[in-house]
């Protein structure tokens, strides 16, 4: 038999372990594991390098249109981007929607804009203070392979707040059904307080403070404990709260909750919002204080899976506003992610990058492992590349991480048996991305 492609002599992820093999891939998927020698049409020498599998960046925001911007990363600059950082996976979400009928027109437009994708993606459904009962927007959800559905517990103002009988009837659906309830989670009375209000960016941490997240996350896990439901955290950004969850939920981590944190929480603390041109860095929830940073760290093992929230855009736009709602919030970072937790915690980071995403998100084996049978997304890696940040490939024209020094680097990107990124260089083509769709997921 002729493989299509061989990736050879590299060191093979698998199961926390690194061992000496040759990949082979043929039709899009791996289709042998090997230290033997087949003949294949393409080989690539890794030599050196570590083969990995594809990373999945849970959670992204391509084209997201909130108040009167947009963020500049669409589809195809967002998917190149990741591409660079090795994500042959992304999952984005649809608009919010409170019924079902607004739910198939949110689909079909999202569906529009992420066929020029050059990597593969999923999407999450995306409610807002639904009208539709919970067991159909679940089922319809799932229909269209978004088998996780994702809320918010505040922004009330704008009509976007989920409220607490619902979030209680979907979390006690979520496990019977096979789905998964996604929550940004902030407590909206204490938002409240400063909303609509004169907020500069020095002073956002304070507005959407640490507790308005610990409470939230806390009374969430609990109905989901009491519930047996399937709660994903999204952007986890207090260390407090990584903390609290690790000593008050030990045995529902992985099981009724998963955390999930971007590496922003991991580098950054809220002095850069303070800094002359602080409002490139906003973004909600906020950065927090330098001690929380460090708790954060500390806790780790509470962060189930590495996403970025990436949500770019342009300097002149973040710095057109005064105040924090005058400001579009979200940054870029897709394109680093990896490297900046390996950086800081070497291989542990990999399976949160990866097996762990697509286990909770439903799409494992055929993602997030280098199994015989699984798609052939592999990145090429040299975990020992020094280098500083410069360069990116997302549509901003800045990117916050410019000038960090990390460790380790993506050399290859491969998408279903095919090379996007090649030794440093783009060969991707635009919409040979696919849709990913999840119908089904237990924990
Ligand atoms: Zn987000």
């Known amino acids: 038999m002729m493989f299509d492609l061989a990736i050879k002599n590299g060191l093979v992820y698998k199961k926390g372990e690194f061992f000496k093999a ?18 294949s049409k ?26 009167s911007w947009t963020s500049v990363d669409d589809f195809y600059t967002g998917s190149v981007s990741a591409a660079f950082g090795g ?24 569906m529009e804009l992420a066929k020029d994708s050059v990597v593969d993606y999923a999407l999450h459904s995306t409610i807002a203070n639904p009208t539709d009962p919970a067991e159909e927007i679940a089922k319809r959800s799932k229909e269209l392979g978004m088998a996780s559905i994702k809320l918010f517990t505040t922004y009330s103002s704008t009509n976007r707040r989920t409220f607490d009988p619902y979030i209680d009837d979907l979390l006690a659906l979520s496990r019977s059904m096979g789905f998964v309830v996604v929550v940004h989670a902030e407590n909206d009375e204490i938002i409240k307080r400063f909303e609509g209000k004169d907020v500069l960016p020095k002073d ?15 009374k969430l896990a609990q109905i989901s404990s009491y519930r047996e439901g399937q709660l994903y955290i999204v952007h986890t950004s207090s ?37 002359e041109n602080g409002q490139l860095f906003l973004m909600t929830p906020p950065l927090r204080s330098e001690e929380e940073v460090e708790l954060l760290r500390e806790n780790f093992d509470a962060i189930y899976t590495i996403g970025t929230d990436h949500c770019s855009f342009k300097k002149d736009e973040k710095l057109s506003g005064k105040y ?30 990866t097996e762990n995403i697509a286990k909770v998100y439903g799409m494992y084996p055929e ?3 280098i199994e015989i049978g699984s798609d052939a997304d592999i990145v090429i890696f040299d975990p020992k590349k020094e280098w500083v940040i410069k360069e990116h490939h997302s549509a901003s ?21 095919e090379f996007v990124v090649k030794d440093g260089e783009f060969v991707g083509k635009k919409g040979r991305g696919k849709y990913i769709k999840r119908e089904e997921i237990y924990w």
């Open 22 to 39: 040759n990949v082979y891939v043929k039709d899009e998927k791996i289709s042998a594991i090997s230290s033997q020698e087949f003949d």
């Open 42 to 67: 393409e080989e690539y020498d890794a030599s050196g390098k570590w083969v990995l599998p594809g990373f999945i960046d849970p959670h992204v925001h391509f084209h997201l249109t909130v108040a």
């Open 87 to 110: 994500v042959t996976t992304f999952i984005d979400f649809i608009d919010p929607v409170s019924n079902l009928k607004e739910l198939d027109r949110a689909f079909k437009e999202r």
């Open 204 to 218: 956002h941490s304070k507005a959407r403070p640490t507790i308005a997240e610990l409470s939230e996350v806390i």
């Open 239 to 275: 260390g407090l709260t990584a903390k609290e969850v690790l000593e008050r939920f030990p045995d529902a981590l992985g099981y009724t909750l998963v955390l999930e944190s971007c590496p922003h929480y991991f580098y950054l603390d809220d002095l850069y919002f303070a800094k």
């Open 324 to 353: 924090t709602r005058e400001i579009p919030q979200g940054i870029g970072g897709v394109e680093f992610s990896f490297v900046l937790m390996y950086t800081l915690f070497g291989e542990e980071v990999i399976d949160k990058f």
């Open 367 to 369: 993602k997030g492992v």
């Open 397 to 417: 024209d800045y990117n916050v991480y410019e000038g960090f020094e990390v460790k380790g680097k993506v050399i290859s990107t491969i998408s279903r048996g």
